[in-house]
Nanobody
Framework: QVQLVESGGGLVQPGGSLRLSCAAS????????LGWYRQAPGKQRNLVAT???????DYTDSVKGRFTISRDNAKNTVYLQMNSLKPEDTAVYYC????????WGQGIRVTVSS
């Protein structure tokens, strides 16, 4: 069973940057389309960005031009570089396949506040 471990979150001021990482156990990682999701307090979990096995990417409108998703198949890891962060980016961030099929990890909290 695949296990997902997210890391790299924290508290950052508006306009700052963070890089999230998500390490996955198990094989065949490179075959899958992956996604980053986020859940703000009191709201549902939403898709933020995806990356295919050939590294084609897509983003929700609110993060286009600010966030970059990437992957390192040799390390079974997917990344989310987040720049120009805004308070509305505050959420718990998760990675998973897209569509979701793996058990969720614990997520990583990102707080954007001055």
């Amino acid at each position: 069973q695949v296990q997902l471990v997210e890391s790299g979150g924290g508290l950052v001021q508006p306009g700052g940057s963070l890089r999230l990482s998500c390490a996955a156990s198990g094989s065949m990682f490179s075959f899958y389309r992956l996604g980053w999701y986020r859940q703000a307090p009191g709201k549902q979990r939403n898709l933020v960005a995806t990356i295919t096995s050939s590294s084609s990417t897509d983003y929700t409108d609110s993060v286009k031009g600010r966030f970059t998703i990437s992957r390192d198949n040799a390390k079974n890891t997917v990344y989310l570089q987040m720049n120009s962060l805004k308070p509305e980016d505050t959420a718990v961030y998760y990675c998973n396949r897209h569509p979701v099929t793996w058990p969720w990890g614990q997520g990583i909290r990102v707080t954007v506040s001055s």
